[in-house]
């Protein structure tokens, strides 16, 4: 954000913290300095798509109402967290006997967003297109649907989020997919045990629901229809692994997750600032004659840091065990999406530790364009239990650099490439490139 336009923001603070804090009377405006303001008018600038009940349904304050300082930080910043404008202002003009009129600046970012991503890493090649639009008829109401390309296998996915839905602060999902994976298998020495191609088809539907801004639940059902349709020559897998292929069945699986989550991350365009701890535990519903044995639990914490001269610093922490019969839902750590410099589902095993972070800093910055560069350490471990993961001690880290090639102006438009410099381990796979931040 331009200097002017955040001390307008500023400025507009400390106005109303004079109004709302101040014991003196201005004998030019009768008592405008010995009540709190009251909000006489609201009014909306800039839209040119987006409902204005889209900003009105953020707002902690309404025509009327008493205004505090706190109240109007916190409306802002709630407008930012929709990711849906490059800029929020409030300006205050005041009237007398304390009352005020509230105007509300925006500039809305592009979110029709057809799409081209061609990511690399750790030995796996993800092609995706498709178009989609987290504001379907300004309204903020994310749809769309892609086209997904996995090592070569064909298949899509069609989706629509409500994150206000019936006007509250509650999430719904509905997502329908179908895709064919290929799955590469590696020995504990990071030696390849050959691979096996799976089908999956998903419905899924979830409501998560803000009970405080800090504080949400949720609820996720999944109903899975996995195929193993191939697997390459199983001379050099090891028994474990001949196990859970042989004994994997094409029943359908229904999945129940509860969700807990703690924390809040504000956005300001690319900087992010907070704390988010978010709990899953996933298992098979029985009530839904579903056999198969599956209990997973996840724990991911993120936390964020804005540092001089627009910088971030980011961490992210996960741990999780898997327990199934079925080998396609055991945890697959690799260079993806886990940990950089290593080939995609190199490490694989039932628990798993995870650590990432990264230091942002931009060389350009404007309102068009901004260039991040960014520097990481990478670290993972597995292990066949979560009390094992000290004892097992299979664990890898990776550090290098990269950068981001992002546009404010546009929701979601951040190129991304990575380089690990150094990691340990064998069966490295040095660059990663895609879309959007790594985490």
Same mark, same amino acid.
């Given at each position: 954000?331009?200097? !002017? ?7 507009? +603070? ?5 109004? +709302?804090?101040? *014991?003196?009377?201005?004998?030019? %405006? @009768? ?6 303001? =009251? ?64 105007? =509300? ?6 979110? =029709? ?44 996915? !069609?989706?629509? #989020?409500?994150?206000?839905?019936? &006007?509250?602060?509650? %999430?719904?999902? !509905? ?11 590696? $020995? ?10 799976? @089908? ?11 009970? $405080? ?21 199983? $001379? ?9 292929? &042989? ?35 996933? #298992? ?32 992210? %922490?996960?741990?999780?065990? *898997? ?30 530790? @995870? ?41 890898? =880290? ?30 490295? &796979? ?10």
């Amino acid at each position: 954000m331009p200097f !002017f336009k955040r001390s307008t923001l500023h400025l507009a +603070c400390f106005f109303l913290f004079l109004l +709302c804090g101040s *014991s003196r009377a201005d004998h030019s %405006l @009768q008592h405008t300095t010995s009540k709190q303001p =009251i909000i006489d008018e609201i009014i909306i600038k800039g839209l040119w798509r987006t409902e204005s009940n889209v900003i009105h349904r953020e707002l902690l304050f309404s025509k009327n109402d008493i205004l505090t300082t706190k109240a109007l930080l916190e409306s802002v910043q709630r407008l930012k967290n929709l990711k849906l404008f490059s800029k929020v202002i409030p300006l205050l003009k005041l009237k007398s006997n304390n009352h005020v009129i509230l105007t =509300i600046e925006v500039e809305e970012k592009w979110t =029709i967003i057809p799409y081209f991503n061609f990511a690399v890493g750790g030995g796996t090649t993800h092609i995706v297109s498709g178009i989609y639009d987290i504001n379907v008829f300004g309204k903020y109401v994310e749809s769309g649907f892609q086209y997904d390309n996995w090592n070569g296998e064909h298949g899509g996915a !069609f989706w629509i #989020h409500q994150p206000r839905f019936l &006007n509250k602060r509650l %999430l719904f999902k !509905f997502e329908i997919a179908s895709n064919k994976y290929i799955r590469q298998l590696y $020995t504990t020495d990071a030696i390849s045990q050959g691979s096996f191609r799976y @089908q999956r088809k998903r419905f899924t539907l979830a409501l998560e629901k803000e009970i $405080t801004p800090v504080f949400h639940l949720g609820l996720r059902g999944d109903l899975l229809d996995d195929t193993i349709e191939s697997t390459t020559a199983k $001379t050099a897998m090891d028994k474990n692994t001949l196990s859970l292929l &042989n004994s994997t069945n094409n029943d359908a699986d229904k999945l129940v997750t509860y969700i807990i989550e703690l924390g809040k991350l504000d956005l300001d365009l690319y900087l992010v600032k907070g704390y988010q701890s978010r709990l899953t535990y996933q #298992h098979n519903a029985t009530i839904l004659n579903s056999n198969n044995k599956i209990r997973d639990l996840v724990w991911r914490n993120k936390f964020f840091w804005h540092l001089p001269y627009k910088g971030n610093l980011g961490v992210k %922490l996960s741990l999780g065990r *898997s327990e199934s019969e079925k080998i396609q839902h055991l945890n697959y750590i690799g260079g993806f999406i886990n940990i950089r410099g290593y080939r995609d589902g190199q490490f694989r095993d039932n628990a798993y530790w @995870q650590f990432n972070t990264e230091y942002r800093i931009p060389s350009i910055r404007n309102q068009w364009v901004v260039l991040q560069h960014i520097f990481f350490i990478d670290a993972a471990g597995t292990a066949s239990e979560l009390n094992k993961l000290r004892i097992e001690k299979n664990s890898n =880290i990776s550090a290098g650099t990269g950068f981001r090639l992002i546009s404010p102006k546009v929701y979601n438009f951040n190129g991304r490439l990575d380089i690990a410099i150094f990691g340990t381990g064998t069966n490295q &796979n040095k660059i990663s490139l895609g879309a959007q931040q790594f985490f």
